[in-house]
C-alpha cells in the first residue's frame, strides 16, 4: 500500500481551507481498506477518514493518517417487483449517482439533488433536503472496521439515523470506514413537495403534470439560486442544524418572537428555523476576517479567501453565542473539524 506525505487538501474540502496531510493512503476498494489494519507501517496511526470533504473543517496541517475514500462504481443489484435496489461506491459523487437514477427512469432521490459530497458519507451525515431524508431510501452498506480489518453489512437499524446525525458520528466516529451503500427506490413514486419552493412551482404547474425529472430540475435551481458554488466561494453548504425543541418551548419562543420560522414534526416538536434566527441576529452578509455569513442565506458560512480552520470556528461561535443570548437555543454545527 502505498503511502504519500505531505499532500495538499485545499482542493480536497468544499470550504477551500489551506491544509497539507502528513500522510495519505488513497482507499480504491475494500481489500484496501482491510490493508489499514495489517499495514506495519500504519499500524498505531490516528486515522481521518475523508471523502468530498464538504462536511469537514480542515485544520492547516493534518498529522493523522488520512484515509481518502476513492471507491467507484453504481449498479442496479436487485429488480424486485416494489422497489428497485442500487449498489454505489463510497467514492462516488453524491449528486452524479442522483443523476444517474434520473438518467435511469428510476424515482427516488430526486430531492437530494444537488447535495455535495460522496456517497459514502450521505449515511454518515444522514443527509435531507426538501422533505426527504436519507435514512428514508437507504437499504444497507458494507464498511470495514479499521481496528481490526473486518468487513461487515449494517442494516437501517444498525447505523442510529437521527437528524442529520447516525451513530458513525458519534460512538463509531473512525472506526468504521464505509465500501458500499446500497439505496432502496420504491417503484410506487409519489412526488414530494411539501417544501414552500417547490410548492410554489408545482402550483404552477398543476399537481396531475409532476414528475421526477421536474422536482429533480427544480431543486437544483433553488439550491443553485440560494446557495454559493463551492468550486466559486469555499463553504460548507447549511453550517449548522435547525434545533428540534419540545412544545413548550416553543410556545414561549412564539410569544416573545412571534415571527420565528418553525415546522411541526410528526412527533409534536417543532424544527426551529436556524437561519431564520441567524438573520434575526443580524449575522447575514457579516464578515469576521477572511470568512464571513452568505448574503443570500445566513445558514451558510464562506471562505472570503485565504481562512483558517480557527477562523471558520471563531465565527461560528460567535453566531452562536448571539443566537443563545437571544433565543436561549443552542446551536450545533454540521461540519466536523477533523
Known amino acids: 500500500m502505498h503511502i504519500e506525505t505531505d499532500i495538499d487538501l485545499t482542493g480536497h474540502n468544499t470550504f477551500a481551507l489551506p491544509s497539507v496531510a502528513k500522510r495519505l493512503v488513497r482507499i480504491r476498494n475494500a481489500a484496501d481498506a482491510c490493508r489499514v489494519h495489517s499495514d ?120 442510529g439515523f437521527s437528524y442529520r446525525n447516525s451513530v458513525f458520528k458519534g460512538e463509531l466516529a473512525n472506526r468504521y470506514l464505509v465500501t458500499r451503500i446500497r439505496l432502496r427506490l420504491p417503484k410506487a413514486w409519489r412526488p414530494v413537495i411539501d417544501y414552500p419552493d417547490l410548492q410554489r412551482r408545482a402550483r404552477m404547474m398543476g399537481h396531475d403534470n409532476i414528475d421526477a425529472q421536474q422536482i429533480f430540475d427544480w431543486v437544483c435551481a433553488i439550491r443553485r439560486a440560494k446557495l454559493p458554488d463551492p468550486a466559486e466561494l469555499g463553504n460548507a453548504g447549511s453550517f449548522f442544524k435547525n434545533p428540534v425543541v419540545d412544545e413548550a418551548t416553543h410556545r414561549a419562543m412564539a410569544q416573545s418572537e412571534p415571527e420565528v420560522v418553525s415546522f411541526i414534526q410528526p412527533d409534536g416538536t417543532f424544527k426551529l428555523s436556524a437561519g431564520w434566527m441567524i438573520e434575526a441576529c443580524g449575522w447575514k452578509g457579516r464578515q469576521l476576517g477572511r470568512v464571513g455569513v452568505y448574503e443570500q442565506q445566513a445558514l451558510v458560512l464562506v471562505n472570503r479567501g485565504g481562512a483558517t480552520m480557527e477562523e471558520v470556528l471563531s465565527l461560528a461561535a460567535a453566531i452562536g453565542d448571539s443566537v443563545r443570548e437571544r433565543f436561549g437555543i443552542s446551536l450545533e454545527m454540521e461540519p466536523t473539524p477533523l
Not at 453504481?74 to 452524479?96: C, M, Q, Y
Open 40 to 159: 506495519s507501517d500504519l499500524a498505531g496511526l490516528p486515522r481521518a477518514i475523508l471523502g468530498g470533504g464538504s462536511n469537514v473543517i480542515l485544520p492547516c496541517t493534518l498529522s493523522d493518517l488520512v484515509l481518502k475514500v476513492e471507491i467507484s462504481g453504481k449498479r442496479l443489484l436487485i429488480e424486485r417487483a416494489d422497489a428497485r435496489i442500487i449498489e454505489v461506491g463510497a467514492g462516488e459523487t453524491w449528486h452524479d449517482v442522483v443523476a444517474w437514477t434520473m438518467a435511469m427512469g428510476w424515482p427516488g432521490l430526486e430531492n437530494l439533488a444537488l447535495i455535495p459530497g460522496t456517497a459514502g458519507a450521505a449515511p454518515i451525515q444522514n443527509i435531507g433536503a426538501y422533505g426527504v431524508e436519507f435514512k428514508e431510501r437507504f437499504d444497507s452498506l458494507d464498511a470495514v472496521e479499521l481496528e481490526t480489518g473486518r468487513t461487515v453489512q449494517m442494516a437501517r437499524d444498525d447505523c
